[in-house]
């Protein structure tokens, strides 16, 4: 005896792929239009599920945020790769600027400016907002100072330059000036490994979320699965509906975490700003571009569809008709 399920598929087979296209297109239309029925009927839970999944995407949407408003920030501001030569107290502006004219033939000295005791006085006045007279009052405690600018920041010469330097009887101290830039590379890559360790954690949380709902979701459709499969229905058959609930669930998610990732946008906007501006730095500014936000929508569609065709592909393998 020919089974059900074999009859429905041998005829199917027989139909001219215009009108099997055309079916399949209306059982798609059904299953879309059942799913959003029901999602509709249970909404409470729906939309906690969205919020759910919104609230987990949206973390590592808010820190790549910061990375790329780090590494933007990064890529703007003027390196200023330079070292800076403190001189001795008893070293004279004359003997300094001899100094300055020693070190600007060196290999990796693209120009060399000197900084005269007055007036890195004057600047540290300026910087503190006080009078001359108080700090000249107290007399000037700071040395000549040599800026020298470099054409290359490779690793080992400039450590050779540095050892150069210091073995100059005339140089109290050098300073490094590219040393706040590199601590402040190490914190955007730390940033960075950072925002991909919570990608990965909110990835598998995504999953858990619609494998557990969908699981549910196809438990309490069973005896309607089972009917469906005793008159033939095939396990692809069955799953349309689970498919569209994860599409559906992924693409609210998406949705509610780039409300949220604006929203974080919008609230801190206005400090960053404010801080950008007192600095004049007007490329340090939350990015946050179309690209990555249509990116952090369809991977929230995709790990719908996926959470949602391994947990109903799993659930459907233990529903049989005897």
Known sequence: MTKPGRAASSSS?????????????????????????????????????????????????ALSMGVLTLDAALAEVDRGDSITVMTHDSVSLEQASALSEE?????????????????????????????????????????????????????AALQALTEQLANNPLVADVLL???????????????????????????LACLLIIGNTIRLAVESRRKEILVTKLVGGSNAYVMRPFLYTGFAYGAAGGLVALLITYSVKCWLGGPIDALANSYQAPYFALRFPPSLAFALLAIAIVLGMVGAWVSARRQLKLIEPR
């Not at 006045?125 to 001359?132: A, D, I, R, V, Y």
């Open 103 to 155: 070190l600007a033939p060196l290999s990796l000295v693209e120009s060399v400016s000197i900084i005269s005791s007055d007036q890195a006085l004057d600047e540290l006045t300026q910087w503190l907002g006080l009078s001359p007279e108080v700090l000249a009052s107290l007399g000037n405690p700071l040395p000549h100072s040599i800026s020298l600018t470099l054409s290359s920041t490779e690793t």
């Open 13 to 61: 087979d027989k139909l001219p792929i215009a009108k099997r296209f055309r079916t399949w297109c209306g059982h798609h239309r059904l299953a879309r239009h059942d799913t959003f029925e029901r999602l509709g009927r249970h909404w409470v839970s729906t939309l906690l599920t969205a919020l759910v999944m919104g609230v987990v995407l949206s973390l590592p949407a």
């Open 177 to 203: 000036d590219m040393e706040w830039l590199s601590r402040l590379q190490s914190i955007a890559l730390f940033g960075e490994r950072l925002m991909w360790a919570f990608v990965a954690i909110a990835l």
